[in-house]
């Protein structure tokens, strides 16, 4: 029973007043499920497991979590799997972002109350990669974040399609009426056919870039599909590196910094990366009271080109990236621009790693050179405004520069029930230079900030041929969407912020080039209009959704529970 009380099954036993029979009655149980003396005095790694039949992304992590044990016993400690709570991106109502802060207490608590030296954080789908970095990082047991790694494409009829930017570009076709029912559903069988996240760079794919580039994963292992061999063989170096974290300790804390999260917003700008990440990595970089500012970001972005050509806002998907170099590609190409003295799982500086990989080959037309960009600034901007006080986001690189310097008419939607009720209305009177404006769907707004700010064109403007115009809300966007979306409104219409107040006609100026997006209404008739303004909905009276209503954040705090956040 020599065991250190700071190691292996020994850490945190469970208090009966007699510290050795804790650890007498621990051992007497862990014997139950067969193991033998021997493997239990090794130190423990845990395995964080996301899986579920509700969440088609990680439906090969059993075999991907059997090369975690393979590595963890290689390198000789105990691997011990557990599970988290999973978020299937799809299969979550309101939607799966109400979830993400419910699922980073149950991953910081079972890391914190089980006993484990280290733990592999297995994961992919959209909110489960922030979730799982924001648990680690509150409960600051060293940890390696493990990637689902994205799905292949799929050929057909002469194409490749991958989800889910060809999802959304074959419902705007069959909206518009020149994709039928049944090619419709013959493409829904050929979008998503390999296990893994979505084949471009959306929400999940951007998370795992900047997981590598944020240091908590391992070098190169971002980008590799879900499928492939190499997928298995990181995630048997994930176990390795997780047991050799036991002895020299890394925690999360001395990996998240200033400087690692600006590292990764150059990454984010670089890549073409999800407007969803902003959220995410604000409150990430909450859990270890890092900030970020907006206005640091649009700093940020000005002076970072994008370099991926990936769809939504290039041609190429994940795979491709992967055989093109990887995110280590992007990372050689921004060293002039990176921290280079931030600390990874690895025990490596970011710099010491690309010393490393300097002169591996890359694929040009995938990745591009700092002095050849795709574009001269990154993806991302940040506008600000009387519409927008507090801040609001747009892609800048998946719109349309045309609509970027205008003012036009508001034609507003007052909840997404609305939306639904007379978006494909023929007798809704819109114009394609109007912009359409969503209200209460933010994250106090009963939806939970869905990502339903890429609202549908309507269909009569759609059948005559419109494929863009200027969308306006309180919403998230998924980062497989495309077009002029304005989203993240602060403070949102729930919380009777200036979008609340928007009324059909109004006016409403938006210019990318200074920033700005501002509602041209006089001051006196906002503030009679706000008299008569009532809270959407009414907090619940029990259970998680009363909690989330009682303590969730505005955007740009990251969406997280004001108690959760490092002070």
Not at 30 to 59: Q, T, W
Not at 99 to 119: G, T
Not at 149 to 165: F, I, K, N, V
Not at 177 to 191: M, S
């Amino acid at each position: 029973m020599g065991n250190d009380a700071k190691h292996g099954l020994a850490r945190g036993l469970t208090n009966y007043g007699d510290p050795a029979f804790s650890l007498y009655l621990r051992r007497s149980f862990a014997k139950s499920m067969g193991y033998s003396s021997e493997m239990l005095a090794r130190p423990v790694v845990g395995i964080a497991d996301s899986r579920s039949g509700f969440n088609n992304c990680h439906r090969h992590f059993p075999e991907l979590i059997e090369a975690v044990k393979r590595g963890v016993i290689a390198a000789g400690g105990l691997p011990v799997d557990f599970p988290t709570t999973s978020l299937g991106e799809v299969f979550l109502s309101p939607t799966s972002m109400m979830f993400r802060n419910l699922m980073s207490i149950d991953v910081e608590e079972m890391v914190r109350a089980q006993p484990m030296d280290a733990v592999v954080l297995v994961g992919g789908c959209d909110k489960t990669v922030p979730a799982q970095l924001m648990g680690a990082a509150s409960a600051d047991v060293p940890a390696v974040q493990l990637l689902a790694g994205p799905m292949m494409p799929t050929s057909y009829r002469g194409e490749r399609l991958g989800a889910c930017t060809d999802c959304r570009r074959f419902w705007a076709m069959h909206r518009a009426g020149t994709v039928n029912a049944a090619q419709i559903e013959a493409v829904e069988g050929n979008l998503a056919t390999t296990a893994g996240t979505c084949a471009v760079m959306g929400t999940a794919s951007t998370m795992a870039a900047l997981a590598e580039a944020l240091g908590m994963a391992l070098p190169g292992s971002a980008a590799i599909p879900a499928v492939h061999a190499d997928r298995l063989r990181a995630g048997e170096a994930s176990g390795r590196r997780a047991v050799e974290l036991v002895a020299r300790p890394i925690r999360p804390s001395q990996i998240i910094t200033q400087k690692s999260v600006e590292n990764a917003i150059r990454v984010l700008l670089a890549i073409g990366g999800s407007t969803n990440a902003i959220v995410h990595l604000t409150a990430i970089a909450g859990r270890v009271g890092v900030k970020i500012d907006l206005h640091r970001l649009n700093e940020v972005s000005d002076s970072t080109p994008v370099l991926v050509d990936l769809k939504p806002t290039g041609q190429f998907y994940m795979s491709d990236l992967y055989a093109a170099g990887g995110v280590g590609a992007v990372l050689r190409e921004l060293k002039p621009l990176l921290h280079l003295d931030c600390m990874t799982v690895t025990g490596e500086t970011l710099g010491e790693r690309l010393k490393h990989e300097e002169g591996a080959w890359v694929d040009r037309a995938v990745v591009r050179q700092l002095s050849e960009p795709l574009a001269k600034e990154g993806g991302l901007v940040a506008l600000f405004g009387s519409l927008a006080p507090n801040g609001a986001i747009l892609k800048r690189s998946a719109a349309d520069t045309n609509l970027f310097e205008r003012e036009a008419r508001a034609v507003v939607f007052s909840s997404l029930d609305d939306l639904a009720a007379r978006v494909d209305d023929p007798a809704l009177d819109i114009k394609a230079e109007d912009f359409m404006v969503l209200q209460n769907a933010g994250p106090k707004s009963g939806y939970a900030m869905p990502e339903a700010g890429y609202l549908p064109i309507p269909q009569k403007l759609a059948r005559a041929g419109l494929k863009d115009m200027v969308r306006i809300s309180d919403a998230r966007m998924s980062g497989t969407a495309y077009g002029t979306i304005v989203l993240h409104v602060s403070p949102e219409a729930a919380a009777g912020g200036p979008l609340a107040l928007v009324r059909n006609g109004d006016r409403i100026k938006l210019s990318v080039k200074d920033r700005r997006i501002d509602l041209l209404v006089p001051e006196k008739e906002l503030s009679e209009r706000k008299k008569s303004w009532q809270p959407p909905v009414a907090t619940p009276a029990r259970g998680y959704a009363k909690l989330y209503m009682d303590h969730v954040l505005q955007a740009e705090q990251g969406c997280d529970f004001d108690f959760l956040r490092k002070a």
